[in-house]
């Protein structure tokens, strides 16, 4: 089973992406999370990556495709996969198709995770990730107010460079310019299921499982 999770940044949609990969026993791959480790080990391909991520812009498609499908490689057959934050354009949706194709693959089921967009620069300008188990946690929890560290295991919480006003202004732009056609794109293959994004977490977890089967 090969799943896309999409929506715009904010959505939820890398929380959700982790819920239901532990449920239903995929494999989850987020081409964002392999470049923050790219950054933080400071490799080659972190060094290409950065200044991309830091300006709320897309990765160049040719460094994103080759991660990408080079990782879907690794994964084989074995497994089914959410793929969270790929594809993002058409160039990188028409990739993966061929890619697909070639293997006798095809992609089941789009997600798209859909939430108000007056609510997301809130919600991505509140957010606080665990540097430890990436949980993340909204400064405007009234039932949390400010914890000391992570909420589950207890270690420091920082908030993501991309995640200030101004980068989030872009990555929004981006998002709606980019990635919101694949909406069509996917919509006309019929693979695509739109689901609600507001609401209780497990709520949202079930909603997405329910698509799924
Ligand atoms: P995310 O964690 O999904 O919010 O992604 C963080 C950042 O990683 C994005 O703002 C982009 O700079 C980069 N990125 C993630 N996915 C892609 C993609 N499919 N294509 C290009 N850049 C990406």
């Known amino acids: 089973m090969y799943v896309i999770f999409m929506g715009p940044p904010g959505a939820g949609k890398g929380t959700q992406a982790e819920r239901v990969a532990r449920e239903l026993e995929l494999e989850r791959l987020a081409p964002g999370d392999l470049f923050r480790q790219a950054v933080k080990q400071q490799s080659e391909l972190g060094a290409k990556v950065q200044c991309f991520m830091e300006r709320g812009e897309l990765v160049p498609d040719e460094i994103t495709i080759r991660v990408i499908l080079e990782r879907l490689d690794e994964i084989g057959e074995g497994r089914g996969v959410i793929l969270d934050g790929f594809p993002r354009n058409s160039i990188q949706a028409i990739a993966l198709d061929e890619a697909l194709e070639k293997q006798n693959k095809t992609i089941d089921r789009v997600i798209n995770i859909q939430v108000a967009p007056s609510e997301?620069?809130?919600r991505l300008s509140s957010r606080w990730?665990?540097?430890?188990?990436?949980?993340?946690?909204?400064?405007?929890?009234?039932?949390?107010?400010?914890?000391?560290?992570?909420?589950?295991?207890?270690?420091?919480?920082?908030?993501?460079?991309?995640?200030?006003?101004?980068?989030?202004?872009?990555?929004?732009?981006?998002?709606?310019?980019?990635?919101?056609?694949?909406?069509?794109?996917?919509?006309?293959?019929?693979?695509?299921?739109?689901?609600?994004?507001?609401?209780?977490?497990?709520?949202?977890?079930?909603?997405?499982?329910k698509a799924l089967e």
């Open 120 to 122: 997301l620069v809130l």
């Open 129 to 209: 990730l665990c540097r430890e188990c990436q949980c993340p946690y909204s400064s405007t929890d009234t039932n949390n107010p400010h914890p000391e560290g992570c909420p589950v295991c207890g270690e420091e919480l920082f908030q993501r460079s991309d995640d200030k006003s101004e980068t989030v202004k872009r990555r929004l732009e981006v998002y709606f310019k980019e990635t919101a056609p694949l909406i069509d794109y996917y919509r006309k293959q019929n693979k695509l299921f739109e689901v609600e994004g507001q609401g209780g977490i497990e709520k949202i977890t079930e909603r997405i499982i």
